[in-house]
């Protein structure tokens, strides 16, 4: 079998190492000595913006053998449909999965947006669909919708975008209303982008189940991962494929990496980056599996399957460490507990996509077509 591998582009800036932290190239940082983009060189700024380094990402995971990139969308970040957009001319097949919540674009423009950037990219938009997690952040955007009347609002708006694709097409529903509604025929003969569907409450799964072409996770100890793609298909007529978001930090041996965890923890002491996403079901599963850890040694709930990342840098908890054979037994592991695709990372995102495409990719038993 084949699976989709993609990484993770740091559209919110990037520290130079997982253990050092401070972010010091893209994002919207400070002009600071030294870092890059926006940095300043000579006491003046540098002139290589977020857009620059995300560029360079794009450029270097298409060339390690990734097939896409995660856009994220942050308060802090670019928009990612921009983004896509300016960055799909730096690549030729790279595909570029968008993070957004639908709360935020009416169905019918967002039909648009997706129709237009397929042609413009031959097809290369994926959809990674977020309800939100609530608190504080939901409402920097200005959403009050609870958490269940997300996931409603959520399915809502996938029968009307899939309606308008196909259109013309009438709707009355809670959340939109729309009548006729159509694109024009050149751009209603684009692909309809694959939908990544993230959420780990039952009214999240029930969503996936209708809308899914892959349920996507965060990473949990193996059991509890298994347990929940079993429940999700419970729920579903047709069972979507099924994804996992993973952070990676492999090295030529294993002692080097649990080193470089070890230097990150001294650094950062036992501080979350990551706020407390108190309505995110899938933050409380997470936060559940390591409760009581006191030394960094002790979030490690499975050989290799570290709970602490979020100490080093915001984002979830759980990802791989090892050398790059122990990392990739455990990515076929997880092809072989029904995974279909993953979502990369590691910190710095340039270099670390270089060296997990070398030296990781190419030794997935389960990658083998």
Not at 106 to 123: D, F, I, W, Y
Not at 155 to 176: A, C, I, M, Q, T
Not at 268 to 294: C, L, N
Request: proline content about 7%; glycine content about 12%; charged content about 25%.
């Amino acid at each position: 079998m084949s699976v989709d591998v993609y990484w993770r582009i740091a559209m919110e800036g990037d520290a130079p190492a997982l253990r050092l932290g401070d972010i010091t190239r893209g994002g919207f940082g400070p002009y600071l000595p030294g870092a890059l983009g926006p940095g300043l060189r000579g006491g003046e700024p540098d002139g290589h913006g977020p857009l620059d380094y995300m560029a360079e990402v794009a450029r270097a995971t298409e060339g390690a053998g990734f097939v896409g990139g995660l856009m994220p969308s942050f308060p802090v970040t670019d928009d990612p449909w921009a983004a896509a957009a300016t960055l799909s001319g730096e690549t030729s097949a790279y595909r570029f999965m968008i993070a957004f919540q639908p709360g935020f674009l009416h169905p019918v423009q967002a039909a648009r947006m997706s129709a237009s950037l397929q042609a413009a990219t031959g097809g290369r938009v994926v959809y990674n669909i977020i309800s939100g997690g609530g608190g504080p952040q939901q409402l920097w955007w200005g959403d009050k919708v609870h958490h269940d009347d997300r996931y409603a609002r959520t399915s809502e708006f996938l029968d009307v975008l899939k309606g308008v694709w196909n259109g013309p097409y009438d709707h009355e529903g809670r959340f939109y209303r729309v009548a006729g509604a159509a694109l024009p025929p050149d751009l209603r003969e684009q692909p309809f982008p694959e939908v990544y569907f993230s959420g780990s409450s039952p009214a999240a799964i029930a969503a996936a189940g209708r809308h899914a072409d892959y349920y996507l996770s965060w990473l949990e100890p193996f059991d509890a991962l298994a347990e929940k793609f079993a429940l999700v298909r419970e729920h579903c007529d047709t069972p979507p494929k099924f994804a996992v978001r993973v952070d990676v930090l492999a090295r030529e041996t294993e002692e080097e990496a649990w080193e470089e965890i070890r230097e990150g923890w001294a650094r950062a002491g036992d501080a979350e980056r990551t706020p407390d996403a108190s309505e995110s079901v899938g933050w409380q599963r997470g936060r559940s599996f390591t409760a009581g850890a006191v030394d960094y040694r002790d979030l490690e709930v499975q050989p290799g399957v570290w709970g602490g990342f979020n100490r080093l840098r915001p984002g979830p908890l759980f990802g791989l460490v090892g050398d790059y054979h122990q990392v990739a037994e455990r990515l076929d592991e997880l092809i072989g507990l029904g995974v279909d695709a993953f979502i990369l990372a590691g910190v710095p995102h340039l270099e670390e996509a270089r060296r997990i495409g070398r030296h990781v990719l190419p030794l997935l038993k389960g990658n083998k077509s």
